[in-house]
């Protein structure tokens, strides 16, 4: 049984460009979750995606936005990179119903010049 | 914000030592977990203790978590070099896991 995907593992992008990066939930899970972590720091929370609905956001602008397909895998958007958008970006997954775990895939690393 | 912090920033020890790390938050929570990252790579589960719940085990692992003082103990006992990682907690107020992260400890276990 695969757990979390991430691709790319690598990125490297230029200011002002867009990026895609695409999570795969480990089998029967339908709630997907993107973090963003930056060098030397803890995870931060972007969104939540489950059934195919934004659910929950943290606190980042419009310019990060993400999508979950019928398969439940996730596609993470951000627009007008800057260089404070590099970072380690991590896609957890959960399954059905009122549980507490979290599955983290090996995250995309991203570096905007 | 309810984000965790974790005390030490760093933390060196000699394998068979035991290394204790904390986290204090700021809000109230429904749940607390602490995961393990090797090389700024994906996260992996270590445990998870409830609000209602004031010490866990799992394996060398020990959790203590003391909501009147907003704060949690990570316990591990025996280490090893391969327990050399970045250590963090991880709250979630509302059970939709929507966790905050702490900042982390940097565990060094020489052998």
């Known amino acids: 049984d695969a757990g979390v995907t991430q691709s790319p593992t690598h990125l490297i992008k230029t200011r002002g460009q867009q990026v895609t990066l695409r999570c795969s939930p480990k089998?029967?899970?339908?709630?997907v979750s993107w973090y963003q972590q930056a060098l030397g720091q803890g995870p931060q929370f972007i969104f939540q995606?489950?059934?195919?609905?934004?659910?929950q956001r943290g606190n980042f602008p419009d310019r990060f936005s993400g999508h979950q397909f019928p398969n439940y895998s996730s596609e993470l958007n951000v627009n007008a990179l800057l260089l404070g958008d590099s970072a380690l970006y991590l896609c957890a997954s959960s399954p059905p119903g009122p549980t507490y775990e979290q599955y983290f895939g090996p995250g995309t690393r991203l570096t905007v010049t | 914000s309810q984000q965790g912090e974790e005390d030490p920033q760093a933390l060196s020890i000699q394998e068979g030592e035991n290394a204790t790390m904390n986290c204090s938050y700021k809000?109230?929570?429904?749940?607390l977990q602490w995961y393990r990252q090797n090389s700024g790579r994906g996260l992996v589960h270590l445990i998870l203790i409830r609000s209602n719940e004031r010490e866990k085990h799992s394996g060398r692992l020990r959790v203590t978590l003391d909501t009147s003082k907003k704060s949690s103990s990570l316990l591990i006992t025996a280490s090893r070099a391969a327990d050399t990682a970045s250590y963090f907690c991880a709250t979630d107020r509302y059970n939709f896991n929507k966790f905050y992260f702490g900042s982390g400890t940097k565990l060094n276990v020489k052998p």
């Open positions: 809000t109230s929570i429904n749940n």
């Open positions: 995606y489950y059934e195919e609905e934004e659910r």
């Open positions: 089998s029967g899970h339908d709630t």
